[in-house]
């Protein structure tokens, strides 16, 4: 029924005016006064010492992306792993099942590798 769900749209509508409060608060509380030294860049508050807009070497987004792919693939391992002792001996599906999804991670481990991602130079 569509009562049942009337407590999450509550949460939902306090945290979004909760969010929209803070937010409204901070700008018409908040100071206005704008100066160079506030709009300077720094970082850790220490000047730059080089070009603060340099390109990043796409690498490291695609390392990252398949740092996440993997992290992605614990997380639904480790569930499986949980109730693998209880089902397996019901049906052997979830083994098999398991088996093709890590046969499909690594088979883009190896497509990733193949490609040079691993490689620095």
Do not use: C
């Amino acid at each position: 029924m569509l009562i049942d769900y009337l407590p999450i749209l509550f949460v939902f509508v306090l945290a979004a005016g909760f969010a929209l409060a803070a937010l409204g608060a901070t700008h018409v509380i908040g100071p206005k006064v704008k100066s160079q030294v506030k709009l300077s860049v720094y970082e850790s508050g220490v000047d730059p010492v080089a070009a603060t807009h340099t390109r990043l070497n796409v690498r490291y987004f695609i390392v990252g992306l398949v740092f996440i792919i993997f992290d992605i693939e614990v997380i639904f391992l480790f569930p499986w792993a949980l109730i693998f002792r209880d089902f397996v001996a019901r049906s052997p599906f979830i083994f098999y099942e398991m088996v093709f999804f890590l046969a499909v991670l690594l088979v883009g481990y190896v497509y990733v590798w193949r490609k040079g991602v691993f490689e620095w130079e």
